[in-house]
């Protein structure tokens, strides 16, 4: 079965600090992972998106890693802001005969405070 | 840029009641997939149509059910609503099905309709 399990399930840190939210899974046929941001109630966000042959990716504070063959992503948080607050959902695609499936991590909640 | 748009953002409807939840996608994007997001879960893929055709099934009851029009908008229906089915109902588009290994197509979430059943 897919699987996608994210460490921690909530973290808390002060505004300016950095933070490291982690990513494993167990997807097959793997086709991309992603990671979304989430407000409470609202829908998800995309904030990168990687491919097997991509190892590391930026979109402004953050930087998302990709091993393939540990099957381990990271999204790095640089710089927190308060709106940062949310959940960080990690979320792995297959692609099996023209379908693409997404499997979605249970997600990290991310508390920045003052 | 214009993004997904679901209607009715809130719904608020009793245990036996019908429901429909509508989805419309990016233009030009010509798969919608269907998601539901209990309280504190992760989201929940239901049903997917690309061309107006079912492309994909997963945890959908039977009493629902969704088609998608000719304009690529989508609807799911929702008859003998229970308890059970209070949540965020996600729609999310996308422009094809990736055909080609290592490649993908973005899916575009819409803000969600949160469903209430008493």
């Known amino acids: 079965k897919n699987q996608v399990e994210q460490s921690p399930q909530s973290l808390i840190i002060l505004e300016g600090k950095n933070c490291t939210l982690q990513?494993?899974?167990?997807?097959?046929?793997?086709?991309?992972l992603r990671w979304y941001k989430q407000d409470t109630g609202r829908g998800p966000v995309s904030l990168t998106i990687?491919?097997?042959?991509?190892n590391t990716k930026s979109n402004g504070r953050y930087t998302a890693t990709l091993d393939a063959d540990t099957k381990q992503s990271s999204l790095h948080i640089t710089a927190s802001q308060l709106s940062d607050s949310a959940s960080y959902i990690c979320?792995?695609?297959?692609?099996?005969?023209?379908?693409?499936?997404?499997?979605f991590g249970t997600g990290t909640r991310l508390t920045i405070i003052p | 840029a214009a993004g997904v748009i679901q209607s009715p953002r809130h719904l608020i409807k009793e245990k036996r009641e019908t429901a429909t939840l509508k989805c419309y996608p990016i233009?030009?994007?010509?798969?919608v997939y269907w998601y539901q997001q209990g309280p504190g879960q992760d989201p929940q893929f239901l049903i997917s149509?690309?061309?107006?055709?079912?492309?994909d099934k997963g945890s959908i009851p039977d009493r629902f059910s969704a088609q998608q029009f000719s304009d690529y908008h989508s609807e799911l229906n929702m008859s003998s609503l229970e308890l059970g089915d209070s949540a965020l109902y996600f729609c999310?588009?996308?422009?094809?099905?990736?055909?080609?290994?290592?490649?993908?197509?973005?899916?575009?979430f819409g803000p969600g309709t949160r469903l209430t059943v008493l």
């Open positions: 979320v792995v695609s297959d692609l099996n005969f023209g379908n693409e499936k997404l499997t």
């Open positions: 233009p030009r994007h010509d798969t």
């Open positions: 999310a588009s996308s422009l094809g099905v990736s055909g080609s290994w290592g490649s993908y197509n973005e899916q575009f």
């Open positions: 149509f690309y061309e107006k055709m079912q492309s």
């Open positions: 990513c494993n899974y167990t997807v097959s046929p793997f086709s991309n």
């Open positions: 990687m491919t097997f042959s991509e």
